[in-house]
């Protein structure tokens, strides 16, 4: 078995011409998942059962299931609704970009209002009786003491579910998208050399998902000065 | 019932379900005047005091602040913790934020003072508890002795008519005890009316008015210091005394 | 709904299959996860290394990639070694199950390193130094003491792993393996019903995750009941 680097060499930059797509994929589901899942997060916490429970079901069903089978159900399925067909939002079902920018955002929106909700029941309850007794208002307290700790005690987890995200967007190659992963299929197809040019993708991944903790970590770093003494 | 009170407590029960923490609360508290309450643990002395700023909510009976009752009407609640200050003894300072601003967060807020105003009154007050170099630094930064003084600073940023203190001290290491409670009696020297729990029994005897003994939800026995310490009545009082001064 | 009569006995055998992968992959996950624990733990900075490049590869890499390269390149490789000891043998498979099974095990096996390792480092040292005190063997000490409470601190990231494993068993599906996604596949090219059919996909596969969560909420209230006060 030889390991051919010439074919290396010729694979990378074409499968790097997908990596536009594969960020768009990326940073589109993460911002729309993140307005999401705040208002998921939100509503699970209202205290009203006709809020809380749509969230909660919500919430189940897309942590419950394989993302694969949310791409597929939304690609392959919506198309046979005749109510998606005739709707003004068909020409967002048409596209296979779009089915996979609601797949995964369905997705990651399920899992991030979790970890919303994990910070915001971390926030130390003394803190918030403190500004209880002080007169400020549930909403004033909400915003000024809850988000900010909260978002900080999150933010390790979301991360995490960011770099997932990153790996999900892999799967948009099953539904004909030309990421890095379907560039490097339909490479491997043609060359019959899966072991270099998946290995040179996996790479890729790797410093991708390198670079993303990196900056994570930052990120945290910078809002998590006052925990330092 | 003198017009001069400016708590009033009649008949106050509280229940957490089958457990019930208060009975048959009878309380009244003058302006100006300092309160210690003490007990074992579980006799409800916090949850009491939790009662007046609402943090609890009161099941039976009336508690009536400066002339207004407390009930579940939002503008109640925030006109009665505008003027009730309360100190935790977990200090409770907001984390993320500096000093200065812990203190001058509820001011703008809550009294809708101008940013350059709250700022003198936070500056002023950090002077008051003697920590005015500290004012840029985060809590995490400061010993607990600081934190604490800090807490009380902050609560008297909302110039109160009341301050609340629960067990201020019992987080505290030892030699950091003094300091808070010099701050304390610095307080009550000028007249701020106080309901303090607490088990540090040096303070009551030469600061407060009345010491409150409270043991399993009900007021046991109230007298001046003096008589107090040196006179219990009750039994259940004669006893938490033995244990609480023979150490 | 009667477009489903014919296919009920293939999504039953394809739900028997997501259930072998589960306990085959749960095995090794767990092997995995505690060989890497204990690497990390270790003071052999060899092991200590490997265990991390374990942990950056399989956590930085997409679980399909992962799947296609334990599947394609293992038969490659397993060919051109069988091709050693004898020259005649044109292919070596790997079936997809196994292919498959693996794949995911050696992913959430990286996970669960972390999570071992922080269920062991977890563990109430007062307790340990007690139970020295008292005279306890080193193995003693782990059977009785680090060990209970180990489980009862990873058992929730555990669980998750487990539902990890579930959902990842949907993209062996890819290779061909015969569960129930590939057996949509073949049922949506026959009766055209590609909705109704993922749908069925998504209600067996949260059958399965609902029976797991269930399960780790009962352990969790198992391992808790000596913790139950009553006032």
Do not use: H
């Given at each position: 078995m030889s390991f051919d680097f010439t074919l290396i060499i010729d694979a990378v930059p074409k499968i790097l011409l997908g990596i536009g797509l594969t960020f768009q994929l990326l940073v589109v589901s993460a911002v729309l998942g993140l307005v999401l899942a705040i208002g998921i997060m939100l509503m699970r916490i209202s205290g009203k059962w006709y809020l809380s429970w749509p969230a909660q079901i919500y919430i189940y069903i897309f942590r419950g299931t394989p993302i694969l089978v949310q791409i597929f159900i939304v690609y392959y399925g919506f198309p046979q609704l005749e109510f998606i067909r005739e709707s003004f939002i068909w020409p967002l079902f048409r596209d296979p970009f779009g089915c996979a920018i609601v797949a995964l955002t369905l997705n990651t929106g399920a899992y991030v209002s979790e970890i919303l909700r994990g910070g915001v029941m971390g926030v130390d309850r003394g803190i918030l009786e403190a500004g209880t007794a002080l007169g400020l208002s549930v909403r004033q307290r909400f915003i000024h003491l809850t988000s900010?700790?909260?978002?900080?005690?999150?933010?390790?987890?979301?991360?995490?579910?960011?770099?997932?995200?990153?790996?999900?967007?892999?799967?948009a190659s099953t539904i004909t998208l030309a990421d890095m992963t379907g560039i490097a299929r339909t490479i491997v197809a043609q060359t019959f050399a899966p072991y270099e040019i998946f290995i040179s993708l996996a790479i890729i991944y790797m410093i991708l998902t390198w670079i993303l903790q990196k900056s994570l970590g930052r990120v945290e770093r910078y809002l998590g000065r006052y925990m330092q003494k | 019932m003198t017009s001069n009170a400016v708590i009033q407590m009649r008949n106050v029960g509280k229940s957490f379900g089958t457990f019930q923490a208060l009975k048959g609360i009878n309380l009244e508290v003058a302006k100006g005047e300092r309160i210690v309450v003490c007990g074992p643990s579980g006799s409800g002395k916090s949850t009491m005091i939790r009662c007046i700023n609402r943090l609890e909510k009161h099941d039976e009976g009336k508690i009536i602040i400066d002339g207004k009752e407390l009930t579940d009407q939002v503008d109640d609640i925030n006109a009665v913790r505008r003027e009730v200050g309360m100190v935790f003894q977990s200090f409770n300072l907001f984390p993320h934020m500096t000093i200065l601003k812990n203190l001058m967060l509820a001011q703008r807020l809550v009294?809708?003072?101008?940013?350059?105003?709250?700022?003198?009154?936070?500056?002023?007050?950090?002077?008051?508890?003697?920590?005015?170099?500290?004012?840029?630094?985060?809590?995490?930064?400061?010993?607990?002795?600081?934190?604490?003084?800090?807490?009380?600073?902050?609560?008297?940023?909302?110039?109160?008519?009341?301050?609340?203190?629960?067990?201020?001290?019992?987080?505290?290491?030892?030699?950091?005890?003094?300091?808070?409670?010099?701050v304390m009696t610095d307080l009550a020297s000028y007249g701020m009316t106080m309901i303090c729990v607490t088990h540090e029994m040096g303070f009551a005897r030469s600061v407060a008015d009345r010491v409150i003994f409270m043991d399993a939800g009900e007021i046991v026995e109230e007298a001046e210091p003096e008589a107090f310490f040196s006179n219990p009545k009750n039994d259940r009082t004669k006893k938490f005394l033995s244990q609480i001064l023979s150490h | 709904m009667d477009i489903l009569v014919g296919w009920w006995d293939d999504y039953f055998w394809g739900s028997v299959v997501v259930a072998q992968v589960f306990v085959c992959s749960l095995i090794l996950m767990i092997i995995f996860g505690l060989i890497g624990a204990a690497a990390k733990l270790s003071d052999n900075f060899i092991a200590q290394k490997l265990a991390n490049g374990y942990t950056i590869v399989f956590r930085g890499t997409p679980e399909i990639l992962v799947i296609l390269l334990l599947y394609f390149g293992s038969a490659i490789a397993l060919t051109s070694i069988a091709q050693i000891f004898?020259?005649?043998?044109?292919?070596?498979?790997?079936?997809?199950?196994?292919?498959?099974?693996?794949?995911?095990?050696?992913?959430?096996?990286?996970?669960?390193?972390?999570?071992?390792?922080?269920?062991?480092?977890?563990?109430?040292?007062?307790?340990?130094?007690?139970?020295?005190?008292?005279?306890?063997?080193n193995l003693q000490t782990f059977i009785y003491v680090r060990v209970p409470e180990m489980w009862r601190l990873a058992l929730p990231a555990f669980g998750n792993h487990m539902l990890s494993l579930v959902k990842d068993t949907a993209l062996i599906s890819i290779i061909g393996l015969n569960e129930t996604l590939f057996v949509a596949k073949q049922a949506i090219g026959t009766t055209g019903e590609p909705f109704i059919m993922y749908i069925v996909v998504g209600l067996i596969y949260l059958g399965f995750s609902t029976i797991i969560t269930l399960s780790v909420m009962g352990l969790e209230r198992f391992g808790q009941r000596h913790l139950v006060s009553s006032r």
């Open positions: 900010p700790i909260a978002i900080r005690l999150a933010l390790p987890a979301y991360g995490n579910d960011v770099i997932s995200l990153l790996k999900s967007t892999a799967l | 009294r809708k003072t101008s940013k350059a105003e709250a700022r003198d009154t936070a500056m002023q007050l950090l002077e008051r508890v003697k920590i005015p170099e500290q004012a840029d630094k985060y809590p995490i930064q400061l010993s607990g002795g600081q934190q604490q003084r800090v807490a009380i600073a902050r609560t008297l940023c909302m110039k109160p008519k009341i301050i609340l203190f629960d067990e201020p001290t019992s987080a505290l290491d030892p030699e950091m005890i003094n300091e808070v409670l010099e | 004898n020259p005649d043998i044109k292919f070596f498979d790997v079936p997809p199950f196994w292919a498959g099974t693996i794949a995911i095990a050696l992913i959430v096996g990286s996970y669960a390193t972390e999570t071992f390792r922080g269920a062991f480092l977890g563990v109430n040292p007062g307790s340990i130094e007690a139970a020295r005190a008292l005279g306890m063997s």
